[in-house]
Nanobody
């Protein structure tokens, strides 16, 4: 069993930055998928950024050039650096580690 735990959400003004972290606690599994998704009120959950193996990460179109995902495998931790935030980035951000999901962390961007 793996339990991802997110941190780093909050309230920020448009144009600002936030950094999210997610650490997977529990048994040691090979983590083949590590990433971030988000869900805004009334909308479907969407991909933000994800690693699916050893290659370059994939990003959702709306965050390309503004968000950067990174990872520290030794710590079973992934990060999401979010720059140039926009009000439309407001959502609950979820960490995914293989098939396990975190509880989510709220990101609110004010205009």
């Amino acid at each position: 069993q793996v339990q991802p735990v997110e941190s780093g959400g909050g309230l920020v003004q448009a144009g600002g930055s936030l950094r999210l972290s997610c650490t997977a606690s529990g048994s040691s599994f090979r983590l083949s998928a590590q990433g971030w998704y988000r869900q805004a009120p009334g909308k479907l959950r969407e991909l933000v950024a994800i690693f699916t193996g050893g290659g370059a990460p994939n990003y959702g179109d709306s965050v390309k050039g503004r968000f950067t995902i990174s990872r520290d495998n030794a710590k079973n931790t992934i990060y999401l650096q979010m720059n140039s935030l926009k009000p439309e980035d407001t959502a609950v951000y979820y960490c995914r580690m293989n098939s396990w999901w975190g509880q989510g962390t709220q990101v609110t961007v004010s205009s």
